[in-house]
């Protein structure tokens, strides 16, 4: 690798990781737990740091558990059955650290992000006003249709700030929505696609 290369490769790294670094957010351990043993149809989301193995990059993200789960499949390759599942769901129950390092593209691509640190940043200022029981009451706009935020690479980026919080979001059933466990299923994102509750 030359010397230009190198440095490229430097410059990658800080410039992809230095968002996840400054910011230094975790999920408790509890929450973490809940999201992983959550098997449903609405999957809750996990905190994770995920670095590529070939690359050397890393960045924290939220994706659903499911999501997650499959990626810890394609890397291992497990089988697509109870005992996989299973299996899938200890490794990622015995990492404390929340941080996975993948070598395979296709568990890559099972959680790649689709936010940018600028869009997380956007989310914090707009739900900054509002307390964690403001967002359990669903006092907020943010199921408004004519949001600035309907766009779909912010729902992951909503399940960030909600965990930053101390909150454990997942996303509902069908709608796409994001909901706070133990709201009452009143969402907190809601994707232009899918109906909106009053």
């Given at each position: 690798?030359?010397?230009?290369?190198?440095?490229?490769?430097?410059?990658?790294l800080?410039?992809?990781?230095?968002?996840?670094?400054?910011?230094?957010?975790?999920?408790?351990?509890?929450?973490?737990?809940?999201?992983?043993?959550?098997?449903?149809?609405?999957?809750?989301?996990?905190?994770?740091?995920?670095?590529?193995?070939?690359?050397?990059?890393?960045?924290?993200?939220?994706?659903?558990?499911?999501?997650?789960?499959?990626?810890?499949?394609?890397?291992?390759?497990?089988?697509?059955?109870?005992?996989?599942?299973?299996?899938?769901?200890?490794?990622?129950?015995?990492?404390?650290?929340?941080r996975?390092?993948?070598?395979?593209?296709?568990?890559?691509?099972?959680?790649?992000?689709?936010?940018?640190?600028?869009?997380?940043?956007?989310?914090?200022?707009?739900?900054?006003?509002?307390?964690?029981?403001?967002?359990?009451?669903?006092?907020?706009?943010?199921?408004?249709?004519?949001?600035?935020?309907?766009?779909?690479?912010?729902?992951?980026?909503?399940?960030?700030?909600?965990?930053?919080?101390?909150?454990?979001?997942?996303?509902?059933?069908?709608s796409?929505?994001?909901?706070?466990?133990?709201?009452?299923?009143?969402?907190?994102?809601?994707?232009?696609?899918?109906?909106?509750?009053?």
């Amino acid at each position: 690798m030359t010397h230009y290369g190198k440095m490229l490769k430097f410059l990658l790294l800080y410039a992809v990781t230095l968002p996840a670094m400054a910011a230094e957010y975790t999920q408790s351990a509890a929450s973490f737990e809940a999201a992983v043993s959550n098997i449903s149809t609405s999957p809750s989301y996990v905190m994770v740091t995920i670095a590529d193995a070939n690359t050397g990059l890393e960045r924290q993200i939220c994706t659903t558990a499911n999501f997650l789960a499959g990626a810890i499949h394609f890397e291992y390759g497990l089988g697509n059955d109870h005992a996989g599942l299973k299996r899938a769901t200890e490794l990622a129950l015995s990492n404390t650290s929340h941080r996975f390092v993948f070598t395979k593209q296709t568990a890559l691509d099972n959680v790649r992000i689709e936010f940018t640190p600028q869009d997380l940043e956007k989310v914090r200022a707009w739900l900054a006003p509002l307390s964690n029981e403001d967002l359990m009451a669903g006092a907020h706009p943010w199921t408004q249709r004519e949001s600035a935020y309907y766009a779909h690479r912010y729902r992951d980026a909503v399940a960030c700030v909600l965990i930053e919080r101390g909150l454990s979001p997942y996303q509902a059933d069908l709608s796409g929505q994001v909901v706070v466990a133990g709201s009452k299923d009143i969402p907190v994102y809601a994707p232009a696609i899918a109906p909106v509750h009053p």
